[in-house]
């Protein structure tokens, strides 16, 4: 074995578990994608120093994952920039850095549009999770944990009266049943 096929063989789930999800708000087409581990990681370290108690914190957690997730809005193609040239005070051009660039404008916008937009962002998290779990098999440890899981996402599901009723409902719901049919079988 050699470094390069070992670079090669991890380089193929590169892409696993990453999912776009496309929506509009105020007429404009947003398009989020899933983080990478070192975009959550440089996340992290741009929240050091802020006090994780306070609005703060959360607002600009918010801000941040949003920053990194906009990958286009309407016809504006974000994927390939990694800079963007801007005017320093003294009128200089400096290169910024996209995800900066984005959240100097996007921390300009209405609380409600940044918690429908990061709500939005939950809803990515939940389809890539369950994209990058498709094809793979878990054994289940604690069976009545997972039954226990399952029935609360269920309930969370059949609750929320603002939403027809949910496909993912009835995944649960044979996740359920598989879970109490192996646990009947032990």
């Known amino acids: 074995m050699d470094l390069n096929s070992l670079s090669e063989g991890l380089s193929q789930l590169i892409n696993y578990g990453k999912v776009e999800i496309s929506f509009t708000i105020q007429g404009i087409n947003v398009i989020l994608r899933s983080l990478s581990s070192d975009e959550e990681i440089r996340i992290s370290h741009k929240m050091n120093g802020i006090e994780s108690d306070g609005i703060e914190y959360l607002q600009t ?28 005070k003294s009128g200089k051009i400096e290169n910024i850095l996209k995800e900066d660039y984005v959240f100097d404008i996007i921390k ?10 990061f709500k939005k962002y939950g809803e990515l998290l939940a389809i890539s ?18 039954i226990s899981r399952l029935q609360a996402k269920i309930d969370e599901l059949k609750g929320d009266s603002s939403e027809p009723e949910h496909p993912a409902e009835t995944i649960f719901e044979e996740e359920k049943k598989e879970a109490e049919d192996k646990l009947s079988e032990s």
Not at 67 to 77: E, F, G, K, R
Not at 108 to 117: D, E, Q
Request: charged share 35%.
């Open 61 to 88: 957690y918010k801000l941040l994952m949003l920053a990194y997730s906009i990958v286009q809005l309407n016809t504006i193609d974000l994927r390939d920039i990694v800079s963007l040239p801007r005017k320093d």
């Open 129 to 146: 999770e369950r994209e990058a779990e498709k094809g793979i098999e878990f054994e289940i440890i604690d069976k009545k944990s997972e």
């Open 108 to 117: 300009t916008w209405a609380r409600s549009s940044l918690n429908v937009c």
